[in-house]
């Protein structure tokens, strides 16, 4: 008599051979090397792609919170943008101050290396401050451009044309436009102004310079785009009409923020679908 099971009938499994047992808590053993990999994959999204930024000074308010001592806001920096252009005016921007710029805020450096390395993961995130010389304002004028204020109703002119700005925001009821410029900005640099123009230390107040106030576009980290955090203070930061805009942010937020978020997922859902499977 034949062993061999006939054509077209399935193998009935064998009763006395031992089942394989799911293998229990692979998942979690897979935990922490999936959490490794979106460390890994968050950290090269922050230095090559985008990057969440907190700058506790109140020179941009009312366009972004940042007062000392308040919760303040979160923004995403597009890092990409620049490398294949230059900033353009209207557009907000983190940079390195230079030498001559005094930090706008003290920040409290821990003293040991532990604390350090912890702040240092945390500015990664935008959970604390990355650092006292860097700054986010608004270029108002770039290379070859002729800054100076003020016309006969105390507005800032670029090129002889005055700039319509109602993002400006001033606290001092009898603050005055302080005149300044002509300035003619030399190439790859760049004018920079706050938003809250009575409490902003920027091109203005380094006029006297080497450089008259203006800023290198070498020392831009990025283009600020959004604002992440809080919730109630989601937003996007758009080129102004004064500008040439209309006061919104294009494609980059899907594009460095879905992407990078999705990548995520998909990758958290393949390590479930492996363990389902086993």
């Known amino acids: 008599m034949s062993d061999e099971t006939p054509v077209g009938t399935a193998a009935q499994p064998d009763p006395d051979r031992p089942r394989k047992e799911p293998r229990k808590g692979s998942f979690l053993r897979e935990l922490p090397v999936l959490l490794l990999i979106a460390v890994v994959l968050a950290l090269l999204i922050n230095t090559f792609l985008v990057k969440a930024f907190f700058i506790p000074s109140g020179s941009m308010e009312q366009t972004l919170h940042g007062c000392p001592g308040c919760s303040g806001d979160r923004v995403l920096v597009n890092k990409v943008t620049y490398r294949f252009g230059d900033p353009s005016p209207g557009d907000?921007?983190?940079f390195r101050g230079p030498e001559s710029w005094a930090p706008e805020t003290a920040v409290d450096r821990p003293s040991n290396f532990l604390q350090r390395a912890v702040q240092t993961v945390a500015s990664t995130f935008g959970v604390?401050?990355?650092?006292?010389?860097?700054?986010?304002?608004?270029?108002?004028?770039?290379?070859?451009?002729t800054v100076?204020?003020?016309?006969?109703?105390?507005?800032?002119?670029?090129?002889?044309?005055?700039?319509?700005?109602p993002y400006v925001y001033v606290t001092d009821p009898d603050y005055q436009s302080t005149p300044f410029g002509p300035v003619?900005?030399?190439?790859?640099?760049?004018?920079?102004?706050?938003?809250?123009?009575?409490?902003?230390?920027?091109?203005?107040?380094?006029?006297?310079d080497a450089d008259e106030g203006t800023v290198a576009m070498d020392d831009v980290i990025g283009k600020a785009f959004v604002i992440i955090w809080p919730v109630d203070r989601w937003d996007t930061l758009g080129t102004p009409p004064a500008f040439g805009g209309d006061g919104r942010s294009p494609w980059t937020f899907p594009l460095l923020v879905g992407v990078p978020v999705l990548a995520v997922v998909l990758l958290v859902g393949n390590g479930l679908r492996r363990r389902r499977a086993r």
């Not at 604390?128 to 451009?145: N, S």
């Open 148 to 165: 100076q204020c003020c016309d006969a109703e105390g507005r800032v002119t670029v090129d002889g044309r005055p700039l319509d700005e």
């Open 128 to 145: 604390a401050t990355p650092g006292e010389k860097d700054f986010v304002k608004r270029v108002i004028a770039v290379g070859g451009q």
């Open 184 to 208: 003619v900005v030399p190439e790859g640099r760049m004018w920079l102004m706050g938003d809250h123009r009575d409490q902003s230390a920027d091109s203005r107040a380094h006029i006297t």
């Open 92 to 94: 907000i921007v983190v």
